[in-house]
């Protein structure tokens, strides 16, 4: 056999390879601008990054099946929607090592998805999904309006991203708390793992219980009065109350929505410092 005749034949087998495997899924790829594999992903943003992308992954036109990141795609789109952000871009990346979801900053502005972290999510229902699409875009939130987050806290970027998809969740996905509080069960479980500055899981679900209540108070939030009314109460009076002389309340702030929340702070406490259990934080009210 000639040289070239076994070069061709090897190509062909390389090439028959790599459509097999991507045939379906890869018909007219979505794929970030100059970024060839998701492992030459980089960026400073690392939510829910439990490890790096596999070498042997790939961008995709879908993950997992079409009826799932079409789901996907909706709650995305709901979230950015709701925080006036206009067209957020998505992409997908399948194949091994794909435990991820990540939202980056500028100049990207952009939310990569794997297709591990869906299968995962898709496995403990809906809810999962669309709590997590919620809380990437909360970050997209902070990326994209300057002086946001408004607080200092450690944890901040985190915290307040989950109290943003306590806010979303209960405006564009469901009105009933039993079928979002387990969902959140999932977001906890995947961010503990990758050990970074999520907050306690205490704290974490005081936030996203406080964006649930902020929901129910009157029309839409701006992303600034959200910012500012989710740390003013969450600061102040959901973490030990430390600051409680200090901070000014935010102009904004009808007496309603005050006594509202103001009416919440018992139980946030008491979330927020383990009195009430991760069990019981499923079976709280919904209103
Ligand atoms: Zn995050």
């Not at 062909?12 to 018909?27: D, P, Y």
């Not at 000014?248 to 946030?268: C, H, R, V, Y």
Request: charged share 15%.
């Amino acid at each position: 056999m000639n040289y070239l005749k076994k070069l061709s034949i090897v190509l062909a087998i390389a090439f028959s390879f790599q459509n097999c495997e991507n045939e379906e899924r890869n018909v007219e790829v979505n794929e970030p601008q100059g970024i060839t594999s998701p492992t030459n992903l980089e960026g400073e943003s690392a939510n829910y990054t439990v490890s790096q992308f596999g070498q042997n992954s790939y961008w995709a036109s879908w993950i997992v099946d079409v009826n799932t990141t079409n789901r996907l795609k909706s709650y995305h789109n709901n979230s950015a929607n709701l925080f006036a952000l206009g067209n957020v871009p998505i992409y997908f990346a399948a194949g091994p090592g794909t435990y991820n979801a990540l939202s980056y900053g500028p100049p990207n502005n952009y939310i990569v998805w794997g297709q591990e972290l869906l299968q995962a999510a898709k496995n403990y229902g809906n809810a999962a999904i669309a709590y997590v699409a919620a809380h990437e875009m909360g970050h997209q939130v902070q990326f994209r309006n300057y002086g946001i987050p408004s607080s200092n806290n450690v944890s901040a970027l985190e915290l307040e991203a989950d109290g943003f998809s306590g806010y979303a969740l209960y405006k564009t996905y469901s009105t009933n708390w039993n079928s979002v509080a387990s969902a959140y069960s999932f977001a906890q479980a995947i961010a503990g793992a990758s050990g970074s500055s999520h907050g306690s899981a205490p704290q974490r679900r005081s936030a996203f219980r406080l964006g649930w209540w902020m929901a129910q108070t009157y029309g839409t939030f701006t992303p600034a009065q959200l910012d500012q009314y989710f740390f003013y109460y969450y600061n102040q009076y959901v973490l030990g109350g430390l600051l409680k002389q200090e901070v000014a309340k935010p102009k904004g702030i009808t007496p309603e929505l005050d006594n509202f929340i103001l009416s919440k702070i018992d139980e946030l406490t008491k979330i927020n410092n383990g009195e009430i259990s991760e069990e019981e934080f499923s079976n709280l009210e919904s209103k």
